[in-house]
């Protein structure tokens, strides 16, 4: 008789299937566990019935308005249309589904971002409910086909960015739209495969420089968005003040040095005329002009000693760009140290939180963002199209969504709002849906018109960011209780114009 | 200098953390000899309870529930002011009874069935449980960020504190205060009350105390519950120190609190609190103020402050290596039997052709065509970690050496290969091009497992003088400053602006056998041959080494380092070549994932995932070569993990959860792990099979058939319509007739008063037998 160790440590002198009862004793409870675990499938919450507000009913144009194009690009008339045929009758979408694909971080504690894929949905169902699907012909009232969004939900790691390209691309969808990823390695599979890729939030250095990839989402990341900041805190807020001193701590992460060195502190040493090789005209506008950089690595224990670093320059004025929340955690530090918004501050639009903001109250009145407009308060916005865009977006987001919650986030904004524009030029192409026609057309893009948001110029794009079609940000200023646009649609990449690439090397 | 000694003292805040967070680790080891791993994890639940009482009033237990319906449910969150936040001081109170929970569930439900075990069963259960509440905060709390409110002295600052130039907010002082005088009273309490000298008499000698009536099982319970809620007093009171609240933020942190503990011995709490506010202040002057001297290396500004814990770790441990304390156990179980491995040659016989199946599929592809797709980069993404599963194997279950740095390893390995490759030309899809020689694949391959071997040898010198858990701390430490030194740092890595390493296809004779297969995806069957030959031949080596004289040293070693030597086995020399031999294997896989990916960054070696990538060893079967294959079938973005995603899209938000329960019931219940317990199971119904006729299967269908029915019908009509989420039916009645069956032998069970719970006809079977 063999003699086994059992699973209690003892040794047993037993047979296997002594042995096996041993171990199916010892599995009553995990098995307990499994079936408590298999009954968890269900474990969700039923949606909520929806309220929606009701829309003013606007008649369906028989075509087009050429003049919307000529106003806020093109596409805007084709738009429109779509928007008041809907709002006038509702079109369902029939016919073979087009297939969308979407890959998006979820279910990760190192980062999870489900308002992405439920505001996408959101944004499909709307558009196959009461906009006819890809494709309709609202003249006679034919619907299109209807978009099937894929889903591939990935934990935040390489290995599972590049198994979400592998799966979606084994779908054959007509696109895939990247949410936020962080490592930029599915662009090749998807490129090889010959998909098309949307980015939502640019963040890897793939996501502005792979060609094949377009960064739809309003800002155009750090190079819309650094570039921005510093035009808009030298030119309008401190008016090129001669001999100013300026701020600029920087989120110390690989991607955070280039944008740094490349897009804030190159431009200042433009504005300043130390950096020769530029043709902006703002170039030397500055003498005299000085500058600091303070490196804040994220998720350190405590930034004081940091924005002790930045208060220490007397500046007149401070750039700060992080990932969301690390924005307020360095706010948090300038107050404790006795800051106040009389030095101005400038942060870029991923540092909107209102509900921090709201918290802060009067400590941050009067600090500006800037980036890709916030849709979230559409009588803040200054453009009366972007307005009822925005509107839509808030009564059919809310109608849609299955949380309610991803309504205001925002990257539950930039789901809806690339799944419109993927929408958008798709029914560009007529019958020619397929992944290389609509590459075609993305990457021809000037200034056309995307939903409550900037228009997509792929074909303007400069290298090495030639994947970047959207760099075209907005400011807003905290009034204490909201965000208030001040500034619409400019951009400061003109500060880089013609100046080498800068690594930080 | 002064600027230096003011940039000090605005540290104080951090290190007041990281010596809070310090004491709660000694605390847990002092009760129950576990440097627990999940301490940040407590800390970050206390933080988010407080901020949602402060936020709606709500208290959210670390529960899910786990019931599929409306009607019964296990209540989860309990609101107290219908919405409205409930007072700061009420909040305070409530989230450390939220740790003061947590604390006596890990220690009922976790440690103390570990009490006993491997030391290596308790770093798995600590993972688990740091696993379990990650999990738990990011379904309860949702992804959130939000910022923690200031609860001492918000507002307030010195304006030049000491005279020395500088500010200070009244907040970072006050942390510090707060860590200072919790330590003052732990010191007090361990020093002069009878509670406090009955745990140290436990932490000396367990048996001890036990003659004494002390019961080491109330000792551990309650210094759990201190050790917990003094994670929870960091979690709380750090408030806007740390800042945005996120699920893992703590859990990062928690290396430089091991720093600490380790100044302290691991006994000593005072020292222990005076080591974490120096850390912390000695982290934030090199940070701000010493990296931006012009006398300071370039290559070492990134990283510098996060190597600080390792630097500090090493020195402790060389200076006080002997000194260092091995809690005393009444028993403590070695790790689990390593068998021998047999009939090597038929394995590899079987594997390979099984695998050349999976990735080709069968002839005409009429039956089964391969592996492709997300599933073609399973599969190799599944023998790719068996191959780093093989080094723990070697390392921790051969010769007992609990090392956390060998996904790190892998990681030297493939961007050391990555940069010998590199020409420095770039293209359009690359165009920040990095420098390099240009070499060849196996020439850079070859080099980059030599190098792999080399650092693994380095890091292999402290385990001369320590062990067990003492020696998993110095390997995350070391995996840390890894990442920062050398994997983020484009100084040595010449990678800019973050982007990855490219790295080229491999070929063999001129074809082409690299991971892109013919449509563009990462499922080339020549590829998945490739990995399976490469793991086969490694396997095969593994297996050799502990069939031969080299695997009876180790194992020698493992099991007494002292008896080993006297037995003429040169500890020192088997323990280093035991390192350098698992990085080689660990070099490989990363070797093969830079293959398999071809563009690779510092996210693929994150140091964290190393401690996940152990368990998962863990969960397989850490000392056995099957267990490491089982690994590697377990492993994320492996063929599990897909098959999962594949089939229960329900279940994602609960992945981390079901990861870390999964981890825990492992080590209590099956140390050996996963391969241990299938292979009994398999061999049973192997046997089984063999024997049945018609006659035994007819007898399966008569006892089970009539459950399965009802559980059938059961799923469709009885489950179906009250479930809430979109599983489909086939789905629903899976279960039910899971449910069924459970329910029939459970009543076998209890009937049978326990003794025949696999049915009557297995005990005719037993009987003849």
Same mark, same amino acid.
């Given at each position: ?114 308002? #992405?894929?439920?505001? /996408?949905?959101? +944004? !499909?169902?709307?558009? =196959? &409910?009461?906009? @006819? ?106 008016? #090129?003040?001669?001999? /100013?001193?300026? +701020? !600029?701590?920087?989120? =110390? &992460?690989?991607? @955070? ?249 | ?769």
């Amino acid at each position: 008789m063999p003699v086994v160790t059992s699973t209690i440590g003892h040794t047993c002198p037993c047979s296997q299937g002594e042995h096996l009862k041993n171990h199916m004793k010892r599995y009553v409870v995990p098995a307990i566990l499994a079936a408590l675990t298999v009954g968890s499938f269900g474990v969700t919450n039923a949606s909520a019935k929806s309220a929606t507000p009701k829309a003013a009913s606007k008649a369906c144009p028989a075509a087009p308005d050429a003049a919307l194009d000529a106003k806020y690009g093109v596409g805007a008339g084709a738009l429109e249309q779509a928007l008041a045929c809907g709002e006038a009758k509702k079109l369902k979408a029939k016919g073979d589904p087009v297939i969308v694909g979407i890959m998006n971080p979820e279910g990760d504690p190192a980062g999870s971002f489900p308002e #992405y894929t439920v505001m /996408a949905q959101a +944004a !499909v169902d709307y558009i =196959n &409910t009461e906009l @006819g699907g890809i494709g309709a012909d609202y003249a006679t009232g034919t619907p299109g086909r209807p978009i099937q969004l894929e889903v591939c939900k990935m934990a935040i790691n390489p290995a599972d960015s590049q198994k979400c390209a592998n799966e979606l691309a084994a779908k054959k969808p007509l696109v895939v739209y990247s949410t936020l990823n962080f490592f930029g390695n599915h662009f090749k599979i998807l490129n090889d495969a010959k998909i098309p890729v949307v980015v939502g939030t640019p963040i890897s250095p793939g996501d502005f420089t792979t060609p094949g990839v377009y960064a739809i989402g309003g800002g155009g990341g750090c190079l819309g968005v650094h570039t921005g900041l510093i035009e808009y805190l030298t030119n309008d807020v401190l008016k #090129y003040k001669a001999n /100013a001193k300026i +701020a !600029v701590p920087w989120a =110390n &992460t690989p991607p @955070g040095v280039f944008c740094y060195h490349d897009l804030e502190k190159k431009p200042l040493n433009v504005l300043n005329g130390t950096n020769g090789k530029n043709t902006s005209k703002a170039a030397g506008k500055m003498k005299g002009m000085t500058h600091i950089g303070v490196p804040i690595k994220p998720g350190s224990a405590d930034v004081t000693a940091d924005a002790q670093k930045v208060l220490e320059f007397k500046p007149d004025g401070m750039v700060y760009s992080a990932q969301g929340a690390d924005c307020w955690t360095f706010v948090n530090g300038l107050l404790k140290l006795g800051w106040t918004p009389a030095t101005p501050l400038v942060l870029s639009g991923a540092c909107i939180d209102l509900t921090t903001m709201r918290a802060l109250g009067d400590k941050i009145k009067g600090i500006y963002t800037v980036g890709a407009s916030s849709i979230l308060d559409p009588d803040a916005l200054i453009d009366p199209q972007q307005r009822r865009e925005a509107k839509i977006y808030g009564a059919k987001g809310k109608k849609y969504a299955k949380d309610k919650t991803s309504l205001e986030k925002g990257f539950g904004t930039q789901g809806f709002l690339g799944i419109m524009t993927v929408w958008q030029v798709a029914n560009e192409l007529g019958k020619k849906l397929t992944g290389p026609a609509l590459t075609k057309y993305i990457e021809n893009t000037t200034k056309f018109h995307t939903f409550a948001s900037t228009g997509l110029s792929c074909k303007k794009a400069v290298a090495p960011y030639v994947a970047v079609c959207n760099s075209t940000v907005s400011a807003s200023k905290w009034n204490g209780k909201a965000l208030k646009q001040v500034k619409e649609n400019f951009s400061g990449l003109g500060l880089i114009a013609g100046t080498d690439l800068d690594f930080g090397k | 200098m002064k600027d230096a000694i003011g940039f000090a003292f605005l540290g104080m805040g951090a290190g007041g953390f990281i010596a809070l967070m310090a004491t709660g680790l000694v605390v847990a080891f002092k009760g129950s000899g576990v440097i627990n791993f999940s301490h940040g994890a407590v800390a970050m639940y206390a933080a988010f309870t407080y901020n949602y009482l402060r936020l709606d009033g709500t208290i959210r237990l670390p529960l899910i529930d786990i019931l599929p319906t409306h009607q019964a449910n296990i209540p989860v969150r309990i609101s107290l002011a219908s919405g409205g936040p409930v007072d700061k001081w009420l909040a305070i109170v409530i989230s450390l009874l939220m740790s003061v929970l947590i604390g006596a569930g890990m220690h009922y439900l976790v440690f103390k069935p570990l009490r006993n075990a491997a030391p290596l069963g308790k770093v798995i259960g600590a993972i688990g449980v740091m696993l379990y509440l990650q999990g738990i905060a990011l379904v309860n709390f949702g992804a959130e960020n939000p910022q923690p409110e200031s609860i001492l002295f918000p507002g307030d600052v010195f304006t030049n504190f000491l005279g020395f130039g500088k500010p200070l907010p009244f907040e970072s002082l006050a942390l510090a205060v707060v860590a200072a005088l919790v330590g003052l009273l732990l010191w007090f309490n361990y020093k002069f009350t009878r509670f406090g000298l009955a745990t140290r008499a436990a932490a000396g000698n367990e048996k001890g105390a036990v003659l004494l009536g002390y019961s080491p099982e109330r000792l551990a319970l309650s210094n759990w519950v201190i050790a917990a809620v003094t994670a929870g007093v960091a979690g709380v009171f750090v408030g806007s120190i740390t800042g945005a609240l996120n699920v893992v933020k703590f859990t990062t942190l928690i290396v430089p609190a091991l720093g600490a503990a380790l100044i302290g011995s691991l006994s000593s709490v005072p020292i222990a609190i005076a080591g974490g506010i120096g850390i912390g202040m000695l982290q934030t002057v090199v940070a701000t103020w010493m990296t931006g001297q012009s006398w300071f290396p370039q290559w070492l500004q990134s990283g510098a402050t996060d190597a600080i814990p390792l630097v500090i770790i090493v020195l402790v441990l060389f200076l006080r290596g002997k000194a260092l304390p091995v809690r005393g156990n009444i028993q403590e179980k070695r790790l689990p039997l390593s068998p021998y491995p047999k009939r090597i040659g038929w394995y590899v016989a079987v594997f390979v052709p099984l695998g050349a199946i999976l990735a080709f599929g069968l002839p005409g592809d009429f039956i089964f065509a391969g592996l492709s797709g997300k599933w073609g980069f399973a599969f190799t993404t599944t023998l790719i970690g068996a191959m780093l599963m093989l080094s723990y194997v070697l390392l921790a279950g051969y010769v007992g050496q609990i090392s956390m740095v060998q996904l790190s390893i892998a990681g030297v390995a493939a961007f050391f290969m990555a940069r010998m490759t590199a020409n420095g030309t770039p293209t359009p899809e690359d165009p920040f091009a990095v420098s390099g020689p240009g070499l060849a694949w196996p020439i850079a391959a070859i080099l980059g497992i030599i190098v792999a071997v080399a650092v693994g040898i380095i890091l292999g010198i402290p385990a001369l003088r320590i062990r067990g858990v003492q020696l998993a701390v110095v390997t995350i430490a070391a995996a840390v400053a890894l990442q920062t030194l050398y994997f983020d740092n484009s100084k040595l890595t010449n990678l800019m602006a973050g982007s990855n390493a490219a790295v080229p296809s491999p070929t063999f004779f001129g074809i082409d056998i690299g991971s892109t297969g013919s449509a563009g995806l990462t499922d080339s069957p020549k590829f998945a041959l490739f990995c399976v030959i490469m793991l086969a031949i490694m396997c095969t080596i593994v297996s050799n080494l502990r069939r031969g004289s080299t695997g009876r040293r180790f194992l020698a070693v493992r099991a007494n380092e002292r008896a080993a030597a006297s037995a003429g086995v040169d500890v020192p020399r088997t323990k280093l070549l035991a390192f350098g031999l698992a990085s080689a294997l660990a070099g490989m896989a990363g070797v093969m994932t830079a293959f398999q990916q071809q563009q690779i960054s510092s996210a693929n070696w994150v140091y964290f995932a190393g401690l996940v990538t152990l368990a998962f060893a863990y969960l397989g079967g850490i000392t056995s070569v099957s267990g490491a294959v089982i690994g590697g079938v377990l492993t994320g973005s492996g063929l599990v993990a897909v098959f999962g995603a594949h089939q229960s899209e329900g279940l994602h938000s609960y992945t981390p959860v079901l990861g870390g329960v999964g981890m825990i019931l492992t080590a209590i219940l099956h140390p050996s792990g996963q391969s241990m317990l299938y292979q009994p199971i398999v061999q049973y119904f192997g046997n089984w099979l063999k024997r049945a006729r018609g006659r035994e299967w007819a007898g399966v269908g008569r006892r089970l058939g009539p459950f399965i029915v009802i559980g059938l019908v059961w799923g469709a009509i009885g489950i179906n319509p009250w479930r809430t989420d979109d599983w489909s039916r086939p789905w629903m009645m899976a279960l039910g007739a899971f449910l069924a069956l459970f329910i029939r032998n459970l009543v076998i069970l209890i009937r049978s008063g326990g003794h025949r719970e696999l049915g009557a006809a297995e005990a005719t079977q037993e009987a003849a037998a």
